[in-house]
């Protein structure tokens, strides 16, 4: 079992940055690749961006890329998100996930834990 924290959330201008962290806790010797999705009101959860174990791969959404960075520090079990340039349409609740799968990390699919979430709010 792993248990996700998500924090950093908050209200910002548009144009502006916010860090998200996710600790991670319990099973943490595993190989867990981690991601962020995020979920806007009426809509899917959607895919943000993701992580392999090592940091070596990272993927992102197209509308994300170029704005947002994902990292990880496995030493304090924790994986951030660090937007820039953040857009009005950005708005969501933000979750962490976990999962042990090596391929297709789009997905959410394979993802078995989740945290709580993280509301950002960007506003015009």
């Known amino acids: 079992q792993v248990q996700l924290v998500e924090s950093g959330g908050g209200l910002v201008q548009a144009g502006g940055s916010l860090r998200l962290s996710c600790a991670a806790s319990?099973?943490?010797?595993?190989?867990?690749?981690m991601a962020w999705f995020r979920q806007a009101p009426g809509k899917e959860r959607e895919f943000v961006a993701a992580?392999?174990?090592?940091?070596?791969?990272?993927y992102y959404a197209d509308s994300v890329k170029d704005r947002f960075t994902i990292s990880r520090d496995n030493a304090k079990n924790t994986v951030y998100l660090q937007m820039n340039s953040l857009k009005p349409e950005d708005t969501a609740v933000f979750y962490c996930?976990?999962?042990?799968?090596?391929?297709?990390?789009?997905?959410?699919?394979?993802?078995?834990?989740w945290g709580q979430g993280t509301q950002v709010t960007v506003s015009s």
């Open positions: 996930a976990a999962t042990l799968k090596l391929y297709n990390l789009r997905s959410r699919v394979g993802y078995g834990y």
């Open positions: 992580i392999s174990w090592s940091g070596g791969r990272t």
């Open positions: 319990g099973r943490t010797d595993r190989r867990y690749a």
